[in-house]
């Protein structure tokens, strides 16, 4: 009975314990991203007032009821600021999967398959980095049009080519494994070895830099938004936001601080995330070296 008693408290703090244990960057990216989620998830419960509402003077400063001010037509700036992460949150994370996926997917085949088509997409991919990146996304809307679908298709367009890079880059590191050459003897398809050893293997790593790339995704579509070029109004955005308060700075200086903190409170929480991630590997790396060579020791 005294045994039953004690295991189910540790049943219950061993999570947490392991939760604490956690590198303290991953635990920082985790309080700050955690909030944005949220806000993403339910503006309407943490919004006071709607979006779109027209409710007060326009221009107004900070007061009791308007905790940030109106902008330029009347509308509470907070509720529209909380509203604009459903739009930003998703639209960042959306490009990064899509990059993540077709990025690592090409970038691993190209480093495992080598020879002339390695080189011939390397070139490609270079030529794609070669262009900065806001200048490709515009010109990739200025052909198909502008929207939340067309935006996260270009913004994923534009990271792609680094995501492939630095899964050719992961793939040449793994190729010469053991394991690879023990599956390319058995006679194993090159998208048996991809599927079932390049890629579980190098998903540590791609993930760290996918979250890398997720901060600049929230910059490209704040910029794009704040060019007119994104989200179609009246739905909110902070690229939005930032425009419409640099029109109106000397009637309402304070009215851009909002938008702009949380494009880079979100921008550094993405940024927070791939550091700990990479603390996070680094820490299992070290923990398997010192279980291997205790294995070896032992015997």
């Known amino acids: 009975m005294s045994l039953a008693t004690v295991s189910i408290p540790q049943r219950r703090v061993a999570p947490l314990r392991a939760f604490i244990s956690l590198p303290r960057s991953l635990l920082a990216a985790i309080a700050v991203l955690v909030p944005f989620a949220v806000m993403a998830a339910i503006p309407s ?3 006071p007032y709607s979006p779109s509402a027209t409710i007060g003077t326009p221009l107004s400063g900070p007061s009791a009821r308007y905790w940030l001010g109106t902008d330029e037509i009347g509308r509470d700036v907070l509720s529209r600021v909380i509203y604009s992460a459903q739009s930003d949150v998703v639209i960042s994370l959306a490009a990064t999967a899509i990059a993540f996926a077709v990025g690592s997917i090409v970038g691993i085949f ?3 398959r080598g020879g002339v088509v390695d080189a011939a997409g390397t070139r490609v991919v270079d030529v794609m980095l070669a ?3 806001i200048v490709l996304a515009l010109f990739l809307i200025a052909i198909f049009g502008h929207g939340e679908l067309v935006e996260i298709v270009a913004i994923a367009a534009v990271m792609m080519p680094s995501m492939a890079r630095f899964a050719r880059g ?8 053991a394991y690879i050459e023990s599956s390319e003897i058995l006679r194993a398809s090159r998208a048996y070895v991809m599927r079932r050893h ?3 293997n190098a998903l540590r790593s791609l993930l760290v830099a996918a979250s890398v790339l997720g901060a600049s995704a929230v910059l490209i579509s704040a910029s794009l938004s704040y060019l007119g070029l994104g ?10 936001m930032l425009f419409n308060a640099f029109q109106n700075v000397f009637q309402a200086p304070l009215y851009g601080i909002a938008p702009g903190v949380f494009i880079t409170v979100l921008a550094y929480g993405y940024m927070l995330l791939g550091r700990g991630l990479g603390d996070l590997q680094g820490r299992t790396g070290r923990q398997e070296r ?9 015997v």
Not at 231 to 240: E, K, Q, R
């Open 45 to 47: 419960v943490l919004a």
């Open 110 to 112: 190209l480093g495992y």
């Open 131 to 133: 262009f900065p990146a």
């Open 170 to 177: 992961t793939s040449l590191l793994l190729r010469n494994r």
């Open 198 to 200: 390049l890629l579980p």
């Open 231 to 240: 989200v179609t109004p009246p739905t909110p955005s902070w690229g939005t």
């Open 290 to 298: 010192a279980f291997r060579t205790s294995s070896m020791a032992r």
